[in-house]
């Protein structure tokens, strides 16, 4: 009886701490001050964020949004993270005269598995294939970022 208390104390315990450690943050940017941001933390800085808007290679109807930024571990430990963009802007039908933002276009970054290793940097990108002038339309970009990190 004393050994099952003892272990569901400890698995309280170590839920407890454990959830304590992730960390998550949230930015809203206008595509012109993407950028400018740069995520800082006691280890980790995420920066150099670019988006950008091209034509697709595959076909006339669409284009592709890249998404590219830094990553450096400054830290002595392996870091987990991901980063979640998101874009909203007026509805295709409506444009340019809707201001009511709806939701356009989303994607995620991170690394292979979510880990940097320590003291390493990686260059994160992305590519997503959307309507044509999707980026145009984008009038506020939601960064979101999930992580091990301390703040």
Known sequence: MNKKIIVLFLIIFFTAISSGLCATRGVKLTPGEVDDYSFVTQDLVINNF????EDAYLTDEMSVIRISFAAKNKGNKT???TVMVSGYGPWVDSYPNDKESEFLWASDLSPVMSILSA?????????IYVPKCTLKRTNLIILKINGDFIE
């Open 79 to 81: 870091s987990h993270f």
């Open 119 to 127: 003291h390493s940097n990686e260059i994160l990108q992305k590519r």
């Open 50 to 53: 670019i988006i950008s808007e």
